[in-house]
């Protein structure tokens, strides 16, 4: 029956983003992943080692850029049954708003974090946008083998500045030279770390059973055995219930202690993780909960990669499937366009592998051929059953620069392009209020996109552009946009400008000034995200 495929299908999926600040072990996490699931034969394989990482110098070879976001957006690979989607979110250079948009087509976050740095600048912007959407997080403490910070200033940590629970699953048994392993909290055994394989293969840790005082001292010291007890009974009192329901609702954060490099711990996280994530969740479009199992097909577009091939001006819009199956040859309605289409040369990164494939399912990430008519957060559907998901909302930009054409005679392509580069998403652009387009005002979640900017609209358009830095830094919607903004108190480093559907919004050159104009302002509401529709 096609139903009971659809259905087994679908309940197999897991979609996930690893979100961490770069260093963290991410890369390295992942690789152990693939390793489980035997889609690698050994480690070293997702991308190169540092030293053939691509340096700033090479950005601007766009090509190469391209390359590498594309190979690293999504990997699917297969473990004990389950059809694992991973989404990559890209760190260094490469963060931009295309980071944020991942995490819309994800359904759970793996955050993994430097268990000697605790939380950094990246993982807490990461962390804000999962917690809009109140999805599952799982927090792996990486890097044990090296000198940690004290765990329970982790939990800490995380506690208070996520404002979210944790339960931590495993509990760690010193570290750097001193790391044993960990106490297993679920086993009520430890697990003792040996680094004596380096990663390379699967390591198999060896259980003791807390009550075995003579194996465990002979494993981690009598020392260690002591302090352990006294954590654990810590732990035990002082630590959240366990609640599956807040960990699904991401109230919760199940946390792991491991390292990524040494291969310890990443085969129960793994299980442990795919117990409790759930397969594709419904989404909302409109009215409508949209059901996942459902035979009718429905995706988002969430990313779009412009410009994969020079010859032609070709894009790719990256799609999360919401319900029901992906099939090559069927005609899908394209809601934003108002019209029907065949989605073509549609292709899925399996592992390494770029593959054209034929079909996919709800919780699947399809990349398919974009002739310039997909916008971020456009909806694709079946067509007897037509919906319209809700838009990805627009991430706050941190960079903002004001840009003019050199060339007065090449208004219309300075538009057009300005114009196609923001519809990507790569830029957002702005306007001082009853201004034209020959003057905008650029914001970027990275500072790279404004020299991306530059190069697409001179090689593209054929336009030069002046840049002129702006000292803004923090971003507000107006919520009220019926409100004059004329008739607000404004400070001198506040500036009003709106975007390009004519919303109305503050930008600030620091966080306090926000204070200030609230304080000055009664009433007022201020948005960081501007939801689309
Ligand atoms: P990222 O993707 O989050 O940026 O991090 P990545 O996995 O590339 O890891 C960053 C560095 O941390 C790498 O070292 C990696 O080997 C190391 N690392 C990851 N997990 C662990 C761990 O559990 N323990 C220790 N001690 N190190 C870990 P590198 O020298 O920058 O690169 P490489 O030459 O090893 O590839």
New binding site residues.
Partial sequence: MINDKLKEEIQRRRTFAII????????????KFLLYGGAIQAA?AV?G???DRHAVSDWMDLEKQRGISITSSVLQFEYKGMCINILDTP??QDFSEDTYRTLMAADSAVM?I?AAKGIEPQTRKLFKVCAMRDIPIFTFI?????EARDPFDLLDELEHEFGIGTYPMNWPIGSGHDFKGVYDRELRAILAFSDSHR?RERLNAIKCEMTDTDKLDELIGEKLRTRLNEEVELVEGASFDFDLDAVRHGKLSPVFF?????N?GIESFLESFLRMTTPPLPRVAGEEEIDPFSEDFSAFVFKIQANMNKAHRDRIAFMRICSGRFDRNSEYYHVQGGRSLRLSQPQQMMAQEREVIDEAYAGDIIGVFDPGIFSIGDTVCSKNHKIRFEGIPTFAPEHFAMVEQVDSMKRKQFAKGMTQIAQEGAIQIFFEPNSGMERVIVGAVGVLQFEVLDYRIKNEYGCDLRRMPLPYQQIRWIKDQSLDPKTLKLSHDTKWVQDVKGRNLLIFTSPWSIKWILDDNPGLELEEFSRNS
């Fill in positions: 961490s600040h770069p260093d963290a072990g991410k890369t390295t996490l992942t690789e070293g991308k080692k540092a030293s760190g260094h993994v430097d990486n890097k044990m083998d090296r990663g491991g390292s990524a490099l040494n310890f």
